[in-house]
């Protein structure tokens, strides 16, 4: 059961390479398995080093949208005033597409890696201020009575009872925006790309693209679903540890 | 301890979930709210706590009035932290006192081994039955020694044995910290076995209908004792005609 994806995954290569093969596809339509890996190895530095840059975008992106979007989740459910203020704004951050404001964050903001963070922050926001804000409500009302029974003041209730019980939310919201602050890091990179800025795995599939070299294209490509599954479940795993560390899971 | 005086709440949307409503609590009482479903018996609850202010009446404190921790309050559910231990759970309200934790932790543990859960103090309550859920529950409420415990149908949601079990411990436990408890339920049963005044709620609006005084000596052998079968056929004929 374990191995079965990666059995799949070797059968798929396989059958590529095969098909690459036998149909005699030319390698500027679509290279075989092979091909891809050996423009890897023929310049693993610099596909990694793009890949590090694409990376460090997306988890920088990540803890500002995390911070952003805890400070403003618990701002919104401290005060009706804030929530009515902040939360049409949100939502109109989350339906607007990146890639179509991505060009005037980047003619904005100035400094190439400072814009590429903030157009994937935009995008991974979403997630971590919804869900923190949806946990932040989840206690009981009973629970929010217990508190007042006993004194408790809002800031001493948002620190024992709200803040804990928004971690679960916290942290499903986290691996969902992990994944969207990759594709954010990713679709600024290509903007930027266009406009001369080279650095990142984008830019890397968009300089193969233009001079054809469609196996570098797809050893970056792998590069990037790669990186994107490892995060998923890497996050994922972190916050099973959490939670199970706090006798929730 | 407590004069409820003509009091009556009405909600937003035109319930009338109360109307002149009066009753005294004295010091050391065990009195059974029973009414059916939406009488009421919740709303009074949150109004002697202070969780809820009243439309009409008042409620007047003989002396001075609670402050945190003079109420211990037990609701339908456990309502424990899910991620705190049984004791993190019980030392809750020290804590919101501003009590420290290793200054509370004797009396908490204390309070835990009085409602039988010694043992149990690193247990989350997910590792926790329902039953022992409740215990947890109830023993946050003692732990500040409240003088009036609010019970809102604590039981209703146990198996029969462990309501039995529960309900015996209860009492116990009433007798030791002689604190005054007010406990609402639907089961005239239940009422009849633990309370010294059952107190009879009519259908919403909900008013006091009358009242029964129990001279039941409470024991083991209670519900097997004829004068409890009475008690229970008097409750019974009184719930009867307070539903007309
Ligand atoms: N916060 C509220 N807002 C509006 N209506 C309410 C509110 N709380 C209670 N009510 C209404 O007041 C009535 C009495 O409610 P209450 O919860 O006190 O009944 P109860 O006797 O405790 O019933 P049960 O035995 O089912 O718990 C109900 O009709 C309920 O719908
Ligand atoms: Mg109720």
Redesign the interface.
Known sequence: MKWAPALFGLLALALWEAAVRIGDVPVYILPGPIAVASAFVADPVGLLQSLASTLFVTFAALLVAAVLGVAMAVGMSASRLAQAAIQPWAVALQVTPLPAIAPLIIIWVGEPFAALVVCATIIAFFPLFANTATGLASPPPELNDLFRLYGASRWRTMALLRLPAALPYFLSGLRISGGLALVGAVVAELVAGTGGFASGLAYRILEASFRLEMPRMFAALFLLALAGILLNFGLGAAGQAILRRRGLA | MLTIGHVGRRFAGGVEALRDTSLRLTEGDFVALLGPSGCGKSTLL?LI???DQPDDGALTWDGRPPA??D?G?V?Q?A?L???A?AEDNVF??L???GQGRDDAMPQVHAVLRRVGLAGFEKS?P??LSGGMRMRVSIARALV?RPRLLLMDEPFAALDEFTRHKLQADLLEVWRDAGCTVVFVTHSIYEAAFLARRIVLMTPRPGRIDREITSTLTQSPQTRLDPAYAALVAETTRGMESALQ
């Open positions: 949150r706590a202070g969780l945190a921790g109420i309050y609701f559910d309502t932290l899910p991620w231990t809750l309200p804590r919101l006192r989350r997910r590792q500040t």
